[in-house]
């Protein structure tokens, strides 16, 4: 039976479902790149928490860009190595709110897994709300899960892609870096990196679409998107390494748009690809 029918539940529909046969949590937390400061919380999780290694697991390791998507079987073996099993409902987190958590959703519905969603606030809001929590403690080995790729969506775009669709009219490029950082006023976290944005780009910080950790209200966010004047147009998103991408396609999904794609190199790879059109 489906349980899990919306990108994003609250801290109350987990703590009612927490027990659920079927429902697998995971903890999907990274390092923010452009912060040096450990969340205070790192230490805890959500009781019965597995942690979905972004990092280490579940990106490409043969690349030489952060956070690639990982080949399907890689993917599929990570997952059944958690005890994810394909009639799994799956609920991400991580420590700081609206981070990390839409990427991992995104993969799971690129790797074709419907019942998947991020939970909003992430553990700041499971323990704002006085819900339990438990130590991490040493990791847990599951029963291999039967989770299996049901197909691989075209929800990711290439530079050459890119590249095509920036001069499109059907088409839109949004970048969820900061205002400084898509201007090139502020400089990169990667210092190897040269600054400005993908011509015919917008941006809209990934923080926008945030208050207090949390996505705003659908009403907000439909507003938002409304101001760029995106109807039936491709939207592509882009951000440093392909995480906060995920945060505004996320809230672009909770508006209603369906045409939605992930620049999976963003700008750690177009800041140093040779010969690509930048502008300021």
């Known amino acids: 039976m489906k349980i899990i029918d919306t990108p994003l539940v609250s801290t109350e529909w987990l703590s009612t479902h927490l027990d659920h046969p079927d429902l697998v949590i995971l903890d999907a937390s990274i390092k923010k790149v452009t912060s ?12 019965g928490a597995r942690f979905f290694d972004i990092k280490k697991i579940f990106s490409d390791q043969e690349s030489d860009l952060p956070n690639m998507l990982p080949p399907s079987d890689s993917f599929e073996k990570g997952c059944r190595n958690l005890g994810i099993n394909a009639d799994s409902k799956i609920v991400i987190y991580d420590t700081i709110g609206i981070y990390s958590s839409p990427r991992a959703w995104w993969m799971f519905t690129i790797m074709g897994h419907s019942e998947v969603a991020v939970l909003d606030g ?25 989770f299996k790729i049901n197909d691989r969506f075209k929800y990711a775009v290439n530079a050459d892609d890119v590249l095509f669709e920036m ?57 938002l998107f409304a101001d760029f004047d995106i109807e039936n147009k491709k939207l592509i998103f882009s951000c440093g390494s392909g ?34 059109p930048i502008e300021c």
Not at 123 to 144: C, H, M, R, V, Y
Not at 201 to 212: A, C, E, I, R, W
Request: hydrophobic share 30%; glycine share 8%.
């Open 36 to 47: 040096s400061k450990e969340s205070s919380k790192q230490d805890l999780k959500i009781p």
């Open 122 to 146: 992430g553990l700041p809001e499971w323990i704002n709300q006085d819900l339990s929590t438990e130590n991490k403690g040493n990791t847990a080995i599951f029963p291999i899960g039967s």
């Open 167 to 223: 001069n499109s009219s059907d088409s839109l490029i949004i970048d969820a870096r900061s205002y400084g950082r898509f201007m090139g006023t502020d400089p990169e976290p990667r210092s190897d990196l040269k600054s400005g944005h993908i011509p015919n780009s917008l941006s809209l910080p990934y923080t926008k679409v945030l208050q207090d950790g949390k996505i705003l209200p659908t009403k907000e966010l439909v507003k």
């Open 243 to 276: 995480i906060t991408a995920c945060i505004i396609l996320l809230a672009a999904k909770l508006s209603g748009y369906t045409n939605l794609r992930v620049y999976d190199g963003s700008w750690t790879e177009w800041g140093q690809l040779e010969g690509v």
